[in-house]
Each structure stands twice: as structure tokens, then as C-alpha cells.
């Protein structure tokens, strides 16, 4: 196996991903903190506890509220599938993500890319080598705090990806922001947003098998609780170029939430106890010595419920001569890991957030990831200003 020399050393990434000093655990909550989740929908017409915004939004479309609460949210039709960048909506529906549904919900393989990627278009280096997805240490709080599971409704049924806590400029120290992909919240050119859209940071913390849940407390499932994006922005790029095996899109998917608390008032940022910042100057690719994946592939042999990572130098690779070059690394992890955050240390020797799993093939030797540019900057920034105060 080639040297990953002088690579992140593994003990840095668990530092830099752990929880900071001040962060109270996943148990620490006290009662005062976490309201009804009634309480959490401020703003309610009345329209079943969704707020009056949200509620509006989908009056315009011509969907009853209260419809939509009791199952009208399954109605895939394409006159009824919001697809334009506005039209985002998320309604919290209490209790709809109970343990049991977060369990069997599928990974989206259809986004894994099924072509060989590896010929002479653009920029593109030699194919890596695999590298095996090494599972994270437990608990999960302790060493890689940031990093959760996104699950969301699909035509296809419930799905799953992963996602990471980022730092909010407007917001120092109560991000309520979450990096994923581009196609873990619109199908792209032929579909629109997908619905019911949570985070759930630290997910399965204890990293227990699917049999040890059937009896494990709500906390060892959801240690922080889940967070669902009442507004959710991807690239242009990915709305009306990304596919089912990512496409022209791919080198755009990446995507920003902005949650809130299904259960307490508290940030996301302050609730988990870290965020990382975002690097959308990340260094010419020759000049990076690794790079670091981190999800929760669920497409065999994995299952969803236990998070890897995977550390590799990167390499490049371009879907097109007219498309940005993506990063790519050695990495066994599958579908499910979609959306996983890809964090590199900077000049300043501080870890960041620098990409996130797009595409991979059938065959699960690597990953590629978008490149995060001016474009990504640019829909960072308007997320942020668009809650800052908040």
C-alpha cells in the first residue's frame, strides 16, 4: 500500500473533530432547554404547528397545511414536487423520525456514479488506490462531534445521507448550519426538493449493531436529538445539471441547511459543542497532503449505522473539459456516506471543512468531491446572512 506519509495524522483529526471544552454532552440537557415541540414552530397561523411562512408557501402551491401534516407530503406528482430555489419547504411533523424509521431508511446508491470517470477529460489523475473505511471511535460525541446523518423522503421512500456542523460568520458560536450534498435535498434536473428533511448529529453514538438498538434509549440513537431544516440552498448548478449518477452536476453538489431544534431552543452548534469552519481557498490539489472523509456509507457491506472515515492523499478528477476538477481519494465507503464532510488542515495547521462525498463507483474504491469555490462561497454566505441574529 502506497504511504499516506506525510498525511493527517489520525490523532489531529479526532482532536480537531471532538467536542471543545465547553460543550455539554449529549445527556447534559436539562428539562428547561427543551420545550414541547409544538413550542419549537414559533410563528404558527394555525395551520397544524407549521409556521405561517411555511404554511404560505404551500397555500401558494395549492397544498392544504394541515393536508400536508397527515400525509400529503407523499404526493410525488410533478405538478406538486417543488423544484425551484424559493419554493424549499420543510414543515416539522412531530415524531415523524422515530427510531424504527431511521433504521430502515435506504441509501440513495442511485447517486453513486456507475460510469468510469478515470479517462483523459480535463484533469485527471491516475485512479487510488483503495482505502478501507476504518470505523470512528466511541462514543462518537468524543471524537468526531460534527459529523451526523441527514434523513429525508424521497419518491423512492426514506433515505439517507450524512452531513457536518459548520461555523456560521453571522453567528458566532450558535451555528445552526449544516454542510451535505447537493442530492442529499434536490433530485436535480428532473425532480425538485425532497421532503422531511432532519439532521441528527452523533447519530447511533455508541455505535451499537442493529440488534443492540432494538433496546437502546432514544439518547444512544440520537444523543443531540434531531434538526430539521426549515431552509435548505444548493448550487444552480446541481438544480437544473445534477442526475442520478451526478452528471454534469457533480461538480457543483454540495449543498447548506439551516436547522432548528425538534425538541429546545439551543443552537445546533451549541448543543453539539463544535462546528468547523468552511475553506473555500483550499490550496492548488498538489499542495494538500490528505485529506480526511467522513459519513455513514449504508450500501452493502455496510449498514448505515456505524460512522467511518477514511484519510488519503487526493488526487483529481474533472467529469468534464467544461466543469470544475473534483477532488478524489481512496475510500471503500458506499452510498449513504453521500454528503459526508472532507476536512483538510490549513496554513494556520486548523482543521476545515474543504469538500463532501459526491460520487463514487460501483465498486467503492473511491470518492470524488466538489472543489468549493466562489459559487459554493456565495450560497455559504447567503444562508448565513439570511438567519444572521438568529
Known sequence: MRSIRPLLAATGLVAALALSATACGPSEDEAADKPAAAESASGSDGSG??????????????????????????????????REAKDFVNPVID???????????KDPAKTMAAGDFSGDQGVTDPEPAPVKARPEELPYHDHAAPVGKVFFDSPEGS????????????NPGRSNLVWTAGHCVHAGAKGGWYRNIVFVPAYNDKGKS???????????????????????????????????????????DYAVLHVKPENGTKSLEETVGNALPVNFDAPEI????GMGAWGYPAAAPFDGLIMHKCVDRPGRLSISPSTPTMYRIGCTMTGGSSGGGWFSEGADGKL????????????????????????????FTMMSDKFAGQ
Request: aromatic share 10%; with cysteine.
Open 210 to 252: 442493529a440488534a443492540a438498538l432494538e433496546n437502546a434509549r432514544p439518547e444512544e440513537i440520537a444523543p443531540y436529538g434531531a434538526f430539521w431544516a426549515d431552509w435548505a440552498t444548493s448550487s444552480g448548478e446541481w438544480i437544473t445539471r445534477g442526475g442520478p449518477t451526478g452528471g454534469e452536476g457533480a461538480p457543483y
Open 95 to 105: 415524531g415523524l423520525w422515530k427510531p424504527e424509521r431511521m433504521k430502515s431508511a
Open 159 to 170: 433515505m439517507v445521507c450524512s452531513g457536518t456542523v459548520v461555523k456560521d460568520p453571522k
Open 286 to 289: 498538489s499542495q494538500i497532503s
Open 49 to 82: 404547528g407549521i409556521p405561517a411562512d411555511l404554511a404560505e408557501t404551500l397555500k401558494k402551491h395549492g397544498v392544504d397545511p394541515e393536508k400536508w401534516k397527515n400525509g400529503e407530503w407523499k404526493n410525488w406528482d410533478k405538478d406538486k414536487w417543488l
Open 352 to 379: 476545515a471543512l474543504v469538500s463532501n462525498t459526491s460520487i463514487g463507483p460501483v465498486t467503492s474504491g473511491w470518492l470524488a468531491g466538489p472543489h468549493l469555490g466562489q459559487g459554493a462561497q456565495e450560497i
